[in-house]
């Protein structure tokens, strides 16, 4: 929120610099983050009125003007813009003139004619396209007819000052307005705090005569309904200060009665909204839940389709407004408005934040409605509107007002103990200083000689109990003269749970090996189950969905890290990267039924991904490394039916019969719908079940006296044999001999019928206690040939 310094110096009396100020602001608890200077550098601009314009002789486009600066002499400027009308008053740029943006205007010759300045807009002005009034967005910046010529413009349109950029805090509503800040300045800086003076002077008729009641149908919802009336409505610009001061504070100037409404709003801090009384039905509003699939057209012009769990204003036929969000357009305020209805309603901020969040929209005022505000305000926001509206000539005011709901404040009573303040804020603080401070901030405090009773305002409706009463005295106080103190207690050693080690030792492992990190969102698209093929009856699909998901792309809660995996290959890939090794430690989150209705189980996996001049037996190695590291060893399994995987390209990893993952080359299907067109080998490993089968009791054996033999042994099987099944049953022949069987080449081809795979492997013997014989060597490697016939039908190749 921007807060003018100029406004607010009319509610309280600032006797120190604007660094100073919000220096002090941020120490009292107020979220300073910004002193915004609005002093332009502008020099040699005036006001001047167009006595004449004539079209340039050469010149189709540009149009001759003659402007009365309030000199001897007219001046002649020749411009391109469209919006300009004799006896307009412009702001009037002279030779020599200097703009913010640094353009010196000097006499420059349009097509034989001279110009002696230029004409300006309020963007070469300085001001931000964002707050310049609509009409003057592409074109001379207009000036009220009745301004004096010849003034300097900085005099005229107030280009001085600055603003706080104030970040306000949920709890604290009370702030979000100019008034509420004026207050903490008061108690901040010791000075004066001096309320709006509210008078309505020249009230006139009855509003009976226009309307008949408001009424509240359901006070959870709307706490409080004030409505007044005013006619004779002039629809026009209001007056520069009004526009100034909302241009200031961030805001575009609309008509007269939106600016008023709008300055109430930033000024007290509580919305309003204006009806055309002659386009509503019946004489009577009534604050009610909207009816199922009820619709309104709203001041955008958009339908919109309301439910049963949102508060509207309506007529006696349909929806006016949807409370506390945004006006209906069929009685908003138009040029042709003469008599309106002013509503200031106090709503249930769960209910607005809600409402304004299912239809999508949300304004100024729905920031406000949707955050704890005092009822009691409600009154004093129309009665400022109707003063302002009076004060400027927009309308006049129609004697009494309607409403239904609360109009009564009873301040609670909280109680303060001088030594629990002590306690908790760690210093003694004198009971004097407390009623000081507590009173500053209009907290009615008196003291019994044992506690301090304090009366909350309406407006502090963040203040409960005693530790919010402390909070205040602490912060007026000023916590950086509270000296601080070591803390005393038992101190324990810390350290890392056994499975945080062990994600630690993974990802150092994964990293020594040349793959990198990536972190991804545990929350994603129930069509990434699509993406990886899942089957619609696979238990990945039964995942936790989000109630109030920031989008449909971040609505469930992921049962797999592959999808994640997928997306950030498919995002390097076709950004050039033409190969990567990656990996994350990642949890999913298992529901312990549907529909959800406690905490799920949390599970941490390994998820590793490689794409480019990586293949099936890249991948493999990376595993045995991380798992060796752990002491484990895995039996592999193929796997046919897991339709995210290559049929014949994937295993499932075993340890004891236990499935700990599953690695693989992704199916087709699954890179073609990530865009890739390249294959990509993907692997998930249960990390719960590697910590659980982990064996690091690593045991040490000298190194061998004698020497070892090597016999190679290439046999032909059928293709579904397994390779592992294979080693196994050598290692077992003989396993006091057999140092190790590795794998060293599978064949299928030339010489090898079809259905048929010729598979080798090197086995390498050693006696630990003796030199091996050739005879003993020759006698097991027969053994190992006769066995793999007998138990997988092989030949010997």
Not at 44 to 61: F, R, S
Not at 748 to 772: C, D, M, P, Q
């Amino acid at each position: 929120m921007l807060v003018p310094i100029k406004w607010m110096s009319q509610y309280v009396d600032i006797n120190t610099d604007d660094k100073t100020l919000a220096d002090k602001l941020t120490l009292t608890g107020s979220h300073i983050d910004a002193v915004i200077d609005y002093n332009k550098e502008v020099k040699n601009v005036v006001t001047g009125k167009i006595l004449e314009i004539i079209k340039h002789p050469n010149a189709d486009k540009l149009i001759v003007t003659q402007i009365d600066i309030n000199q001897a002499d007219a001046v002649q400027i020749i411009t391109g813009a469209k919006n300009v009308n004799v006896g307009d008053v412009v702001p009037v740029c002279l030779e020599g003139a200097v703009l913010p943006n640094g353009l010196k205007i000097k006499k420059t010759n349009f097509r034989g004619l001279p110009s002696y300045g230029m004409m300006c807009s309020y963007e070469e002005l300085g001001f931000d396209d964002k707050v310049i009034p609509k009409e003057a967005r592409d074109g001379i910046a207009i000036l009220p007819s009745e301004t004096e010529l010849g003034k300097d413009i900085k005099e005229v349109l107030q280009l001085n000052g600055s603003a706080l950029e104030v970040e306000v805090t949920f709890n604290r509503p009370d702030c979000l307005n100019i008034v509420g800040m004026a207050r903490e300045t008061a108690a901040t800086l010791g000075t004066k705090f001096k309320f709006p003076e509210i008078e309505i002077k020249n009230e006139q008729g009855d509003i009976k005569d226009y309307m008949n009641a408001v009424e509240i149908e359901d006070e959870d919802l709307c706490g409080r309904f004030y409505a007044r009336v005013i006619k004779d409505i002039k629809i026009g610009p209001s007056p520069l200060w009004m526009q100034r001061t909302l241009m200031d504070a961030g805001m575009r100037p609309i008509n007269n009665i939106v600016d008023v409404t709008n300055y109430v709003m930033l000024e007290l801090g509580q919305p309003l909204h204006a009806y055309n009384l002659e386009a509503l039905k019946g004489k009577k509003l009534v604050a009610r839940k909207a009816k199922k699939d009820e619709t309104i057209i709203t001041i955008d012009q958009n339908e919109r389709t309301l439910n049963e769990s949102m508060l509207v204003i309506a007529d006696e036929e349909k929806p006016a407004c949807i409370a506390g969000v945004m006006g209906g357009y069929y009685s908003e305020i138009n040029d042709e408005t003469k008599v309106m209805v002013l509503e200031s309603a106090n709503f249930n901020p769960k209910s607005i934040r809600e409402t304004s969040k299912k239809l999508g929209m949300r304004s100024e005022a729905s920031a406000r409605n949707e955050k704890p505000m005092g009822y009691m305000m409600v009154e004093l926001a129309s009665k400022r509107a109707c003063q302002l509206i009076e004060m400027i000539g927009a309308g006049t005011v129609v004697g009494g007002h309607l409403e239904a709901g609360k109009n009564e404040y009873v301040p609670p009573i909280v109680t303060l103990r001088p030594y629990r303040s002590a306690h908790l804020l760690g210093v003694d603080i004198p009971v004097e200083d407390m009623l000081v401070s507590l009173n500053s901030l209009e907290i009615e405090s008196t003291y019994d000689g044992e506690k301090i009773s304090c009366k909350i305002p309406y407006f502090r409706t963040d203040i409960e109990q005693e530790a919010d009463i402390i909070e205040e005295v602490g912060r007026l106080y000023g916590f950086e003269n509270i000296i601080s103190k070591p803390l005393t207690g038992m101190t324990r050693v810390g350290r890392k749970t056994e499975m945080r080690m062990l994600e630690d030792q993974i990802k150092s492992i994964a990293c020594g090996m040349g793959l990198y990190e990536i972190t991804t969102y545990s929350f994603i698209s129930p069509k990434s189950y699509d993406n990886i093929c899942v089957p619609e009856d696979s238990h990945l699909r039964d995942y936790v969905k989000i109630l109030n998901p920031l989008g449909e792309d971040f609505s469930s809660m992921r049962t797999t890290l592959i999808p994640n995996m997928m997306e950030v290959i498919g995002r390097n890939s076709n950004r050039g990267v033409d190969g990567a090794k990656l990996y994350e430690v990642g949890s999913i989150f298992i529901p312990k039924g549907q529909p959800v209705t406690e905490e799920p189980f949390e599970k941490l996996k390994l998820c590793i991904g490689m794409y480019g001049k990586y293949d099936f037996f890249d991948l493999k190695g990376i595993i045995e490394g991380i798992l060796s590291r752990f002491g484990i060893t895995v039996q592999l399994k193929p796997v046919k039916d897991n339709t995210t995987f290559h049929p014949g390209r994937t295993a499932e990893m075993f340890v004891n019969d236990e499935c700990i993952g599953i690695y693989g080359e992704a199916s087709h299907m699954v890179t073609d719908n990530y865009g890739l067109d390249q294959k990509v080998y993907i692997a998930e490993i249960d990390v719960e079940k590697i910590l659980k089968n982990k064996n690091t009791n690593w045991k040490y054996e000298a190194l061998p006296k004698y020497p070892s033999m090597v016999r190679d042994i290439a046999v032909k099987v059928k293709d579904e044999v397994l390779a592992g099944d294979m080693e196994q049953v050598i290692k077992d022949v003989n396993p006091h001999l057999i140092e190790s069987v590795k794998l060293f080449d599978v064949y299928k081809g030339e010489h090898i019928e079809e259905g048929y795979k010729s598979t080798a492997f090197s086995v390498t013997y050693r006696n630990k206690e003796r030199t091996l014989k050739e005879k003993e060597v020759e006698n097991i490697h027969n053994k190992i040939l006769q066995i793999l016939e007998s138990k997988f039908g092989a030949t010997l190749r």
